[in-house]
């Protein structure tokens, strides 16, 4: 039987479309190498350029997507949350089956047993700071007035909960809406209280927490005239949550109605 060898060296085409090169050696009647069409050096680096690309795209992408999630999660989380302490506040909610600082109650001087004595509910408060450090979280509080003011009494808070906004999320931004012509005020600190019945919000600043014997405290009201104090008038508060570059605002009315927006 006779076999077609080609030379040594010599190429030649097959029924498929392939390249074979083949050569005889003494030992061996035929080897044959069978070349396929490749890529070029420039070929690959033109594809790795293009997945790299197409990499650093997603990655971009994915980064502003999960800043956007975060940012909205946490709106909806304030918003969520100064509806409860708002909600508290028109049910007169004041904790008193607990003791201080669950509850609106405080003990008696002349007595060795703590005794209930009478209080008033001055409302539910939501505090937001954007200072350094504190900028992460916010609280959410009722403050209350104990004993007979007619004489002596002090305003107290009670059943307080901090907080945390999700990784990456912080307030950025306070604002008051001022009336033109009037500039809008940018605080540090705002204190949202929200008053019992139909009593409205107000707008306090840091100036709030100055109450007599607890520096946790926050006065209000003046006790003996009953008058706001330390109030920032305006027509809305705003707090501006920001992730990544990505950024949403609260709206509180001194209505009470509270919504999110994406800016």
Known sequence: MSINLPKFNETRETKNGRREIGFRNLRFPVYCLKLSPAFSLIELMIVVSLFTLVAVVVSVSYVGFQGREEVKSAALQVKNDLRYAFNRAKTGDKV???????????????????????????????????????????????????????????????????????????????????????????????????????????????GSTTAPGDGNDLVFIDETAGTLVNEMSGSEAIITLTSAGNSYEIHISPLGKVEEVRL
Do not use: M
């Open 96 to 206: 008193a089956n607990v003791s201080p600082p669950g509850g609106c109650f405080t003990p008696t001087l002349a007595s060795p047993t703590p005794q209930p004595v009478s209080n008033t509910l001055v409302g539910w408060y939501v505090k937001f700071d954007k200072t350094t450090g504190n900028n992460t979280s916010y609280q959410v509080a009722g403050n209350c007035l104990t004993g007979d003011c007619s004489t002596s009494c002090l305003e107290k808070k009670f059943g307080a909960t901090t907080y945390k906004l999700p990784k990456d999320v912080t307030v950025t931004q306070i604002t008051i809406n001022k009336d033109d012509p009037e500039p809008d005020l940018n605080p540090d600190v705002v204190n949202i209280l929200f008053r019992p019945l139909d009593l409205g919000v107000s707008f306090h600043g840091s």
